[in-house]
């Protein structure tokens, strides 16, 4: 059947925006809608830089990977709050880069799957957020029907539940095993990690992704991390990415001892 | 207050050149620094005995013939068929017995094990080998 | 919002609706044909219930039989394939909007994005374990064309296999709420004799707060991925 599309954009302009002319402010950007009202997320995307993906704090360049700025927005001074006795850890991960998860194909975890070096996509058929990404084939499911979370879940990707709050789509996240790394200069988050994440289209082809991350036992205080994503070119489709069937690294890397948090 | 129709398969989307250079090569699957040595480049010059295309790296299987009739069997890796599709590599971009040279970094255990940078094809074309070393552009 | 932009936001909203068939939820098979095809009555064509095997590729079939404690690929945690996913003993959940079909199996969180757009399959120099999947509808059924096969995937537990040339056409009809008709005709001249066909109902899961959960392979201490074992395997013993 023909696919007969009509999407309608209504502006609700606030009663204090200035008409745009010669310099003044401008018209706020007004997303097109899905049928039920909601900002339209859909389609491909991937992180404006692959700054986070290697380090969320500013960063040298190191093992052939550039220098970055942090992505951290509070604390101020754009490092991750590590209570003492943390940050050894992740510099032990840092040191023994083949022990990163993403290395033995498992899923990115949050909100390292927000930022991978290579395209997610994503779709809302109004009960659903689904987020897909390539490596690992990873999935993340967010209904925003208003379903408890699951009691006691430990799981990689988490367990997600998503509301709006005006054209922000707002996700809980809890349910994390805290056994994935947040970047591959093996930052963490630890188990009982919580997250909140901020949706919200800022451009026909800009999406603002804001996550906090909490843990009282890692960190002294929530973190939050920004990372702008831009949507793919319309031809750019995601490939499937079979990780475990093709694997053939293991056999030569140190072998992987120690736990990673 | 403007209200317009559009439709949703006619996405224009923002072209940004370095942007798109940058994103190419992606980061690894795993960090390269913990298997391949980028201080101990090689170059191997051999018949393909096997291409396999598949993720998360794709894998040259290759025979070197060296003096006094040996043989080397070396397996060199390339980045993702993700990557390489997307560069113009198909699943029988090399067939076996085609006569190739890659440039590459030997593994850091030793073995006949290397990760390509450049693979230079039968007709004469050179392809990178979207190495997890190169995510740096 | 002025009266008319409601009016239009309903009108899109029911075009929306019409587009096409509703198939969305949590659906799931039952029976135990993920064991064995050719076991109960799922293939309706031909008649006797039999994969038309050419006669070397029931050899090869009998001897993946023999050898399926290690030579499933199940069992190494490769995705399941088409149409395994949709047989497993565990649910799948279909999301779609305008332009796609998503179907995410909870087996190892394999999915498949099934555009039905019309834009064309990949050439031939790629292939995926799940297929490239095109789809279209055909009134109340969305017909599903998947080609660019990997071989390295079973059709159930009993060694029944395809090659990289496998064509598979699937056909999924919501004959009731919560009943998903699937009827499939698979196609491999390098190992069938002809296309042959099944078909099974699929039941969706109504329970409100049910969910898919993560499978997810871990590698144990030999270096060997294993499925966690909170979830049926989808083998034959």
Redesign the interface.
């Known amino acids: 059947m023909r696919r007969l599309l009509l999407f309608l954009c209504v502006i609700t302009v606030p009663a204090a925006a200035q008409p745009a002319a010669g310099g003044a402010k401008a018209v706020p950007f007004a997303p097109s809608r899905l049928a039920d009202g909601h900002p339209d997320f859909g389609g491909i995307w991937m992180a404006a830089t692959l700054s986070a993906a290697f380090n969320v704090e500013e960063h040298e360049a190191k093992y052939g990977t550039p220098a970055g700025p942090s992505v951290i927005v509070d604390p101020p001074g754009g490092k991750l709050p590590y209570l003492p006795g943390m940050r050894a850890i992740a510099e032990d991960n840092d040191a023994h880069r083949e022990r990163d998860p993403v290395g033995q194909c498992h899923m990115h975890g949050v909100p390292r799957v927000l930022f991978p070096p290579f395209p997610l996509e994503i779709l809302q058929d109004g009960t659903y957020v689904v987020i897909l990404t390539e490596t690992e084939h990873g999935v993340r499911i967010i209904p925003t029907d208003g379903r408890p979370f699951l009691p006691s879940y430990s799981s990689w990707n988490g367990d997600s539940r998503g509301h709006w709050d005006g054209d922000t789509l707002v996700v809980e996240v809890r349910g994390l095993n805290g056994k994935g790394w947040l970047d591959q200069a093996g930052n963490f988050v630890g188990a009982g990690a919580t997250v909140v994440e901020r949706f919200r289209l800022t451009g026909k082809d800009t999406l603002a992704y804001e996550a906090t991350v909490t843990n009282p036992k890692v960190f002294s205080q929530p973190v939050t991390m920004r990372v702008p994503l831009r949507r793919r070119p319309a031809d750019v489709e995601l490939l499937e990415y079979g990780c475990i069937e093709g694997e053939r690294d293991a056999q030569h890397l140190p072998p992987v001892g120690g736990s990673s948090k | 207050?403007?209200?317009?129709?559009?439709?949703?398969?006619v996405?224009?989307?923002?072209?940004?050149l370095p942007?798109?250079l940058?994103?190419l090569p992606?980061?690894?699957?795993?960090?390269?620094?913990?298997?391949f040595d980028?201080k101990q480049p090689v170059t191997l010059d051999g018949t393909v005995v096997k291409f396999?295309?598949?993720?998360?790296?794709s894998?040259i299987y290759l025979d070197i013939k060296k003096p006094e009739g040996v043989v080397e069997h070396w397996?060199v890796?390339t980045g993702?068929?993700?990557a390489l599709?997307?560069r113009g590599?198909?699943?029988?971009?090399l067939r076996t017995g085609d006569h190739i040279t890659i440039d590459a970094f030997r593994?850091?255990?030793g073995?006949h094990?290397a990760n390509a940078s450049q693979v230079k094809l039968p007709d004469g074309r050179q392809l990178s080998g979207a190495s997890?070393?190169?995510?740096?552009k | 919002m002025t009266r008319a932009a409601l009016l239009l936001i309903v009108i899109a909203s029911r075009l929306w609706a019409q587009a096409a068939p509703d198939l969305r939820g949590i659906w799931q098979a039952k029976g135990t044909a993920y064991r064995n095809l050719e076991g109960d009555k799922t293939i309706v064509d031909p008649a006797n219930g039999k994969i038309p095997y050419r006669t070397p590729a029931r050899a090869t079939q009998a001897s993946n039989f023999r050898d399926r404690v290690n030579a499933d690929p199940l069992r190494a945690c490769f995705q399941p394939g088409v149409p395994r996913a949709t047989l497993l003993p565990e649910p799948f959940q279909i999301f779609q909007n305008a332009d796609r079909v998503i179907i995410v199996y909870q087996h190892v969180h394999a999915y498949r994005v099934i555009f039905t757009d019309g834009r064309p399959h990949y050439d031939d120099g790629i292939e995926f374990y799940m297929g490239d999947s095109r789809g279209r509808w055909e009134g109340n059924t969305l017909v599903v064309d998947v080609t660019n096969f990997k071989s390295e995937t079973w059709l159930d537990g009993a060694g029944n296999y395809h090659s990289a040339n496998l064509h598979v056409v699937e056909r999924y009809t919501r004959t009731a709420p919560n009943t998903l008709r699937y009827e499939t005709t698979l196609d491999d001249p390098e190992v069938y004799q002809r296309p042959w066909t099944v078909r099974l109902d699929l039941a969706r899961h109504a329970e409100p707060t049910f969910q898919l959960l993560e499978h997810e392979c871990e590698r144990d201490k030999q270096g060997v991925y294993r499925h966690p074992p909170q979830f049926p395997l989808g083998i034959t013993p």
Do not use: G, I, Q, Y
């Open positions: 207050m403007t209200c317009w129709a559009w439709r949703k398969n996405m224009r989307a923002l072209f940004l942007l798109l940058a994103a992606v980061a690894a699957h795993h960090s390269f620094s913990a298997e980028d396999d295309f598949s993720n998360p790296h894998w397996a890796e993702s068929t993700n599709f997307r590599w198909r699943k029988d971009s593994a850091k255990d073995s094990t997890s070393r190169d995510s740096a």
